[in-house]
């Protein structure tokens, strides 16, 4: 091919030949029985996830001619090519890296009341504090 169709105008601007515009979408359904192990390196957790999965691949394609060829047949012809789904057994792998960062955001005031009305009391200066 010495040029590409333009997707804006679906037509191809040279010597393209045989050419097909697809239009095309699908889903899968899948059902998976996973072990997830992590590690922590702080503030880093490491997480691999595996295990035997259930799934169903359905997707469906319609190809349209865009130029005449005679080896798919006149321009504007279209034809749909789909999947015969059906349940099949496979693995499912897959691993993540995650941060967490903790930050100090509470304040705690000395005329501060809590919701029932009864004075708080803060902890000393530099105590920890239990949330």
Known sequence: ????????????G???QDVRYFNSG???RLIALTAAPYWTKSPWRFRVKAG???????????ATDQT?????GPQGQKK???????WEVGTIAGVSVA???????TTCSRSSTTSAGQLATCPPAGAA???
Do not use: I, Y
């Open 1 to 12: 091919m010495n040029s590409r169709a333009a997707p804006e105008t679906k037509r191809c």
């Open 26 to 28: 699908g889903r899968m």
């Open 129 to 131: 504090r239990m949330s």
């Open 14 to 16: 040279g010597n393209c």
């Open 99 to 105: 941060a967490r960062f903790r930050c100090a955001t």
């Open 80 to 86: 749909t090519f789909t999947t015969d789904p059906h």
């Open 68 to 72: 005449n060829t005679t080896f798919w």
């Open 52 to 62: 035997p999965a259930l799934f169903r691949v359905q997707w469906d394609a319609t």
